[in-house]
């Protein structure tokens, strides 16, 4: 899965700090997420879409490989 | 992975301060590079002996050494403490690692011992089996850490 969790993160101007205490969740996950070495759970995709103030589809996108 | 098993990340500490201590008293008592105290006590033994006379009757109190027991005991409830208290910000990434530490223990530990069981005989298995009771436990905590580690320093792309 890929995700845009970075370049949102950009536009809104948020360190991985930052982003991790909106959504409530260790600093370690959100730069997981960024990495791609972990696909979060569907309601940690959906507390981030809602952060960005977008569709969770709009952030999050399948793989070929998926 | 199911939160409520854990106990709360203030055990965590407690659970260092027994732990390093009884994995030193530990290496000590399995090793004899220190010599610890005799600590004889009687106690209540869940299996039976039975006693040599005639009249065979069985003993449910035996005469024992406690100073194994005590370690065994400290090292095991510290060794859970640490390994199984939640983690300051634990989340499900967190909780991720620690189920993929757990799953890369137990195969670790029945890896090492299955060659034991083909490369080691006599006396020399039994020392196997005495370290095999804690190593599973070692094993997770040591890779657990590592795993948060790595994850921890794994900075190199912030921004």
Known sequence: MKNRIKVERAIH??????????????????????????????????KVGRIFGKQVEEIFELDEGD | MSHSLLLPHQYK??????????????????????????????MFSLIPEFSQDKFARTIW??????????????FIISALMVGFSKEQNEDEYIARLRLSSLLWAVLFNYILLLLS??????????????????????????????LLYRSKTAFADEK
């Open chain 2, 13 to 42: 500490k407690i659970g260092w301060w027994l732990f390093v201590p009884s994995l030193l008293l530990g290496i000590f008592v399995t090793t004899n590079l220190y010599e610890l105290p005799e600590l004889n006590a009687h």
């Open chain 1, 13 to 46: 101007n948020l360190t991985q700090e930052e982003l991790a205490k909106k959504v409530g969740v260790s600093r370690q996950t959100i730069n997981a997420m960024e990495a791609n070495k972990y696909v979060p759970s569907t309601v940690l995709a959906l």
């Open chain 2, 117 to 146: 069981f083909i490369f080691v005989y006599g006396f020399g298995f039994f020392t196997v089996m005495l370290y095999n009771m804690f190593t599973v436990l070692l094993l997770f905590i040591f890779r657990f850490r590592y």
């Open chain 2, 61 to 74: 109190f035996i005469d024992t050494n406690l100073t194994h027991t005590i370690v065994g005991v400290l």
